[in-house]
């Protein structure tokens, strides 16, 4: 049987990395949590399949002026099987007016959790 309580506390520990690597423009950091078909839903409700698509997304983000932002988790639900887990919260960007809610689908593959894909929905505009 899993420890829930620990594998949630992995997972909070996996997203503070993430936006750690989001601060220094980390894209590597960053998608080292994403399985190969990643799937992001960004807040106007644009959306892209595919890791490494979205990281040369990323990449060309990060070489512009690009907001930076992190995700704030709120709740991260395991499920009873132990493979997948469920995590929502708030996004905002720290140099811009942008804010709104996340959730991420994570999925556990041979002991470690990737994010399968991400809902992001801007609440200000």
Same mark, same amino acid.
């Given at each position: 049987?899993?420890?829930?309580k620990?594998?949630?506390?992995? @997972? +909070?520990?996996y +997203?503070?990395?993430?936006?750690?690597? @989001?601060?220094?423009?980390?894209?590597?950091?960053v998608?080292? *949590?994403?399985?190969?078909? $990643?799937?992001?839903?960004?807040?106007?409700?644009?959306?892209t @399949?595919?890791?490494?698509?979205?990281?040369?997304?990323?990449? #060309?983000? $990060?070489?512009q002026?690009?907001p930076? $932002? /992190?995700?704030l988790?709120?709740?991260?639900?395991?499920g /009873?099987?132990?493979?997948?887990?469920?995590?929502?919260?708030?996004?905002? #960007?720290?140099?811009?007016? *942008?804010?709104?809610? *996340?959730?991420?689908m994570? +999925?556990?593959?041979?002991?470690?959790?990737f994010?399968?894909?991400e809902?992001y929905?801007?609440?200000?505009?």
């Amino acid at each position: 049987m899993i420890e829930i309580k620990k594998e949630e506390d992995l @997972i +909070r520990q996996y +997203r503070l990395d993430s936006n750690a690597c @989001i601060a220094k423009k980390d894209v590597d950091g960053v998608s080292k *949590y994403w399985m190969p078909d $990643f799937v992001q839903v960004a807040g106007d409700g644009s959306h892209t @399949i595919g890791k490494a698509l979205i990281a040369a997304d990323w990449k #060309y983000m $990060f070489s512009q002026s690009s907001p930076m $932002f /992190e995700r704030l988790p709120d709740e991260i639900v395991v499920g /009873e099987a132990g493979d997948l887990a469920w995590e929502k919260g708030k996004w905002v #960007y720290k140099n811009d007016k *942008y804010w709104g809610n *996340y959730s991420a689908m994570w +999925r556990k593959v041979k002991g470690k959790w990737f994010t399968q894909c991400e809902l992001y929905v801007s609440l200000n505009k």
